[in-house]
């Protein structure tokens, strides 16, 4: 493709022909900068763009690309409350700041001043850097779609989350919390098995509401993992697993197959005593048969598990930073201490890449480190210390 520069007045313009477009010769001229160095530069990149078909977005603003992102990609290849979360990024930090900004006029120093603004509210490193992502993904798509050149999220740091450290309860803590409940209640007996089950399977909140009687094989103790009840924006979602990897089989204990067995009997009898009453659960225009109901039938709220949680912490003056998802690092911590490896765990959990397992055990690889060395120590020297 040719071009050139020229000056004219006291400005530099560059210039280069696009050949011919109905049947007359087209030639693009645009402003290049005060010197022949800079309009030669801009004339590169011009070129560049051409090239490679970006076509700059006439007065499209940021609001009006990421509101377009949001209701067309995202709400349509992603879940319901992925896409309720990211609606809110965009309504509470996004749009107030930039929204503005005409989208071929952005600017890291817009992304990084926002950034910026956010951080004086007082939230988190990981709040920051859920922004962060969910700007740098539409922006991504955007180059894609050749109405940007390039994204200019790329110019920015990455914010840091604070390094996690999973709550976890002690052996005591878990008993003390069973022993609290009283199984002749249906309410408690529901909770105290919900409680066992977690505890040994790690499930999520939400797989655990979602389980279906179809999902468990008692003949093989195995249990698989395909649905999750969500709860987002006041509604509740009958949904897949966060991830692929959530979708996962796992075998359970003898003592959590005479649960399951156990369980199964109560709500055949409750069937009968409700009869016509008994309540349907009907998610994607089917019926469910749910495994944890209440004594009507009725699923649990998903919040109800974290609500009746809290609930007995702190009526147990236990430590009320645990949280309902902690069951899950509570078993996690328990499997690690007893030696089961890394990659196992991450697939019991249904983490999708093993560095989210390492990094949220790091504290309890380092006490396995621990265990080794002083084991190591013992083969080495024969239990004889070094130190004089």
């Known amino acids: 493709m040719q071009g050139g520069v020229r ?15 109905g049947g007359k010769r087209k030639k693009i001229e645009r402003v290049g900068g005060d010197t022949k160095a800079e309009a030669l530069k801009a004339l590169r990149k011009a070129i560049t763009k051409y090239e490679y078909g970006y076509v700059e977005p006439e007065n499209m603003t940021v609001e009006k690309y990421f509101v377009d ?14 896409y309720n979360r990211y609606k809110s990024i965009i309504n509470n930090s996004i749009t107030p700041n930039i929204g503005g900004i005409k989208l071929s006029n952005l600017k890291p120093i817009h992304i990084e001043n926002l950034l910026l603004e956010e951080k004086k509210k007082g939230l988190s490193g990981s709040t920051l850097q859920n922004i962060y992502v969910v700007m740098n993904s539409a922006l991504n798509r955007a180059v894609k779609l050749q109405i940007l050149y390039n994204n200019p999220c ?11 450290v999973a709550s976890t309860l002690t052996i005591d803590e878990f008993h003390q919390i069973l022993n609290s409940l009283n199984e002749d209640k249906y309410n408690d007996y529901i909770f105290s098995f919900i409680l066992k089950i977690v505890l040994e399977t790690g499930l999520r909140r939400g797989e655990l509401a979602g389980l279906e009687w179809e999902n468990i094989d008692l003949d093989n103790n195995i249990l698989t993992i395909k649905n999750n009840l969500v709860y987002s924006h006041g509604k509740v979602y009958l949904d897949t697993p966060k991830t692929e990897e959530g979708e996962r089989t796992l075998y359970f204990s003898d003592t959590i197959k005479q649960l399951f067995k156990k369980h199964k ?3 055949d009898k409750n069937k009968e005593k409700y009869g016509q009453y008994y309540i349907k659960n009907i ?15 009725k699923y649990l709220h998903p919040s109800y598990y974290t609500k009746r949680f809290n609930r007995i912490l702190k ?16 078993n996690a911590s328990f499997l690690l201490s007893l030696g089961v490896d890394f990659k196992t765990i991450q697939e019991r959990l249904g983490h999708s890449d093993i560095n989210t397992t390492l990094n949220i055990y790091s504290h309890v690889s380092m006490e396995m480190q621990k265990e080794a060395v002083n084991k190591l120590n013992k083969t080495l020297l024969g239990g004889k210390s070094v130190a004089k």
Do not use: M, S
């Open 283 to 297: 998610f994607n225009n089917r019926e469910c048969d749910f495994i944890i109901t209440w004594e009507n039938g």
């Open 69 to 82: 992102w949001l209701e067309n990609f995202i709400k349509a290849n992603r879940k319901i409350n992925t």
């Open 7 to 21: 000056k004219r007045g006291k400005r530099w313009y560059y210039y280069f022909d696009v050949g011919t477009i």
């Open 315 to 330: 009526k147990l003056d236990l430590n009320e930073k645990v949280r309902f998802h902690d069951l899950r690092h509570t």
């Open 154 to 164: 790329q110019h920015v740091e990455r914010p840091k989350r604070e390094k996690f």
């Open 265 to 267: 009997e109560i709500q």
